[in-house]
């Protein structure tokens, strides 16, 4: 056992001094509080990641509702005194495609209007003496603005059964729920990055407590105060990306995982629900980038935190 | 080299523990600083190191005010001394040769231009079998070598030892003072706080500084 830990430690002795390029680093890289550090690092980043990820999807999920809304807009053609609703229908088809904007008109038949009735009227009824409006869905072309008031003018002049709903209500409404949901993201986001840096700050400031010796001989010996910083940021920022690359890393599995397995539930109840919600879990490169930036977040903040001690603790030494 | 006027040290508002230090230790000078325990040996060495800043009076070093040095220029001033701790100070994760070397790779210097002469170094201490072991393996005599080394191999103007012969046994004691004393032959000065009458004795020309409630008195 102890010739195994003898040999653990000239072998790690070795690895590092090979990292170095043949000389052994002035801060001990593998210490106990130097592995913690590390393990905070990557619990943090992980979190971070995730939670920045997850408002970027937030983010975009909205934006596709909101545009999945505001493209479509309908007319609504009612009967009136009797007379085949027929003609108005195609006319105002007519009049949504001569509208500048529009990608595609469909006009529900009779038939189909009668079918949007039947959850809530049941089947098997006789629909003919009913009024019912007939529908005309009409596709907008994305990244235009249609002329969606001079449609509507035309609709009162030529039509006047004829109503237009552009649900602006609706998209009103989602766009301040998704707005709402953006925000909470972001303030989480925000949150989590605060205590992320003063979980970091606080556990780099305690790994640095048991290099104090390390720091005053070095400066007995004649090392400048640079030169000591210089050695104790790079150490830290090396064991900052070690453990932001391990969470960061944990937290695009996570994703990417996370994507894999919606793909796989697609067509199932749960599956649809969670796409409708979230959309694929496709996070994109920006998404990808902010878990990234977030670990390089970690990583600089260890090593300027760890630059900040050893200046503190060299005022106290001269 | 070193001139002390009027200094005096207290920490905090508690009562000043050194008091009115007038003295100058001169170029290619050898002194013992002794004293009760207690007396303040080590704060004084610590004065004379810049870890302490005095509460009043002046101190020079090598011809310099240090009240009046940057941080560069102090380091400068610092790595024309060496000191050797009482608790030996050397750091566990280096080899013995690395912490020898210490004081000329923190300067920036190229290993391949002082390898021979730390091994030298080493081999001077008696300690020229034991080049890549660690601290932790070694006893306290052999730290102390290993600390008395790191202290010259940058061939110190002033050398400031603090107990260096308080772990080793009496002969071994009497080789590490010839080897200070060769050392102040060779040109640097040399300033031993030690309260070991038996390692005066053996350099009865020494100077001696011997410190007291907090004063100074000095035995040419």
Known sequence: MRAARILLAIKTRRDERRAHGGAMPLVPAASISGRALVTVIAIMTFLAGLTAGAAQLVASASSDWRSSVATEITIQVRPVGGRPVDPDVARAAGLARATEGVESVRAYTREESERLLEPWLGTGLAFDELPIPRLIVVKLKDGQTADLAGLRKALSDQVRNAVLDDHRVWVQRLATMAQTIVVIALCVLALVLVATALAVAFATRGAMAGNRDIIEVLHFVGASDGYIADEFQSHFLRLGFEGGALGGGAAVLFFIVARAATAAWTATPGGDQIEALFGSFALGWAGYLSVVVVAIFTALLTGLVSRGTVRRTLRTIA | ?220
């Not at chain 2, 000078?29 to 004293?35: A, E, H, K, M, R």
């Not at chain 2, 052999?142 to 008395?148: H, P, S, Y």
């Open chain 2, 1 to 220: 080299m070193v001139r002390f006027e009027n200094v005096g040290l207290r920490y905090g508002m508690g009562p000043e523990i050194l008091r009115d230090l007038s003295f100058s230790i001169e170029p290619r000078s050898f002194q013992f600083l002794t004293g009760p325990s207690g007396a303040g040996k080590t704060t004084l060495l610590r004065l004379i190191l810049l870890s302490l800043r005095p509460t009043r009076g002046l101190i020079g070093l090598f011809g310099h005010d240090v009240s009046r040095l940057d941080k560069d220029t102090l380091t400068g001033l610092r790595r024309r001394m060496g000191v050797v701790f009482q608790d030996f100070r050397l750091l566990d994760h280096l080899t013995l040769y690395e912490n020898v070397a210490l004081p000329l790779r923190v300067q920036g210097k190229d290993e391949s231009s002082y390898r021979a002469e730390v091994t030298e170094f080493l081999r001077w201490v008696g300690l020229g079998e034991r080049i890549h072991a660690f601290p932790p393996v070694l006893s306290g005599g052999e730290k102390q070598r290993a600390a008395i080394a790191r202290a010259l191999i940058v061939k110190p103007d002033l050398l400031l030892a603090d107990e260096p012969t308080g772990n080793l046994d009496p002969s071994l004691a009497r080789r590490l003072l010839r080897l200070f004393m060769e050392l102040n032959r060779l040109g640097t000065a040399v300033v031993i706080a030690t309260h070991d009458i038996a390692l005066m004795d053996q350099h009865d020309d020494a100077r001696r500084l011997v410190l007291g409630e907090g004063r100074l008195h000095i035995y040419e």
